[in-house]
């Protein structure tokens, strides 16, 4: 099968297209990527020469342009988002493009070549804070950030084309990732890389907001296999029940990089800051048979240890020079 992956030069899109390809070994993939601040081609750099890889630069909100490629493909896997929550509150507008109308786009592209699936991939931040119990699928959406917003409203658009026009749409609403390829400006990778330059580690507020780590490899293999057996037109949540609190993930980081605490520095918290999320994974175990197969204290060593072996990468993107990949790859500048 022939599947047009969005988003896939960040950082779930990169882990899951590779992941993909070595899962399905007759399946071929186009990535479509804008090459934001937040797309790296040196992510996926290992795939540049397989022939089940094509990369393609493009705006998923360019209609024409992604009209060619939905013609060639049977299936869309939607990735490609604006998705700091930080940037979206200093201005909400290429999320409301990118998340909202860019989706749209898709939509619209799919249905026009009836395509066997449609698979968006959401978060659980569509459903706001709860500091009890755990949200399920059916539960209203309640987003608080203009990023959660913008990810509510695609969510709400792609059920609308599945009821309206039968599109076999499934939506996903992942917790918290972690892992290898993360941009570093959330959490874990910037506490880690920070540490590692013994800078100081900025936590927000009074650092007791809680979220449900999930590693993105766990993340990838229920994406899989909602896209085989995933029932169009439903909701999965995909998470972890692996609830911390800020302050003691960047307590291990610091254990593990045997760092001391003293880098820490309490900063302002973010407007509107959601104290805790938390879903309730129970309908894709149950349904699906998916569960989690790494631990949350396991796959945070690795990914620091890959963090702390990968300098080159992250460096690279902290100075900016990463933008250089592009032209170095295909001959022309960014
Ligand atoms: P990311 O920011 O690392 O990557 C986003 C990718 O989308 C980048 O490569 C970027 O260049 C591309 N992109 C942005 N605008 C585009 C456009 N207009 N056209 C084409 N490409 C464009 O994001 P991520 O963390 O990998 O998240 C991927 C998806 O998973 C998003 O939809 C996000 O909402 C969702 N999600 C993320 C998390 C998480 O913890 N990171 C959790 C749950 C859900
Ligand atoms: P983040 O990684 O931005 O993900 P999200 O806000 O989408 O959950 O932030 C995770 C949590 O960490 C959130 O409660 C905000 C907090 N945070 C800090 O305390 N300091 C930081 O430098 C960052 C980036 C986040």
């Not at 090459?35 to 795939?47: F, M, P, Q, R, V």
């Not at 397989?50 to 896997?77: H, K, M």
């Not at 940037?87 to 592209?109: C, K, M, P, Q, W």
């Not at 084309?161 to 941009?183: D, E, V």
Request: hydrophobic fraction near 35%; aromatic fraction near 12%; charge should be negative.
């Amino acid at each position: 099968m022939k599947i047009l992956v969005t988003g896939g030069a960040g950082f779930i899109g990169s882990n899951f297209v590779r992941y993909f390809l070595q899962q399905h070994p007759s399946a071929s993939i186009i990535n479509v990527d804008k090459l934001t601040y937040a797309g790296n081609l040196e992510n996926l750099i290992d795939l540049e020469a397989n022939p089940r890889y094509r990369f393609v630069r493009g705006d998923i909100t360019d209609a024409a342009f992604v009209d060619s490629l939905a013609q060639e493909v049977e299936a869309i896997i939607h990735f490609a988002a604006e998705t700091h929550v930080d940037r979206s509150i200093v201005s909400a507008d290429a999320f409301v493009r990118t998340n909202v109308y860019g989706t749209y786009v898709l939509l619209e592209a799919s249905r026009r070549y009836q395509h066997q699936r449609f698979v968006h991939i959401s978060t659980d931040e569509v459903y706001g804070s709860r500091l009890e119990g755990f949200f399920k699928e059916e539960d209203p959406l309640s987003p608080t950030s203009p990023y959660s917003a913008s990810k509510a409203g695609s969510d709400l658009l792609v059920s609308s084309y599945h009821k309206t026009y039968g599109l076999p749409a499934i939506i996903t609403r992942c917790s918290n990732n972690f892992g290898p390829y993360q941009f570093p400006e959330k959490l874990i990778p910037l506490i880690i890389t920070n540490a590692l330059e013994d800078k100081p580690l900025p936590v927000y507020g009074d650092g007791l907001y809680v979220r449900d780590w999930l590693y993105v490899l766990d993340h990838c293999e229920a994406i899989d296999r909602i896209f085989h057996l995933g029932k169009p037109g439903e909701v999965y949540n995909i998470g972890g029940q692996g609830d911390k609190k800020n302050i003691e993930v960047v307590h291990l980081i610091l254990e593990i990089l045997k760092k001391p605490k003293s880098l820490i520095q309490y900063v302002k918290d973010r407007p509107g800051h959601d104290r805790r999320y938390a879903i309730d994974p129970n309908k894709i175990e149950s349904e699906l048979g998916w569960k989690p197969a790494y631990s949350f204290e396991k796959s945070l060593e690795e990914t620091v240890h890959w963090y702390q072996t990968q300098m080159d990468w992250w460096k690279r993107i902290k100075s900016g020079e990463y933008l250089k990949m592009y032209e170095k790859i295909y001959g022309v500048p960014l």
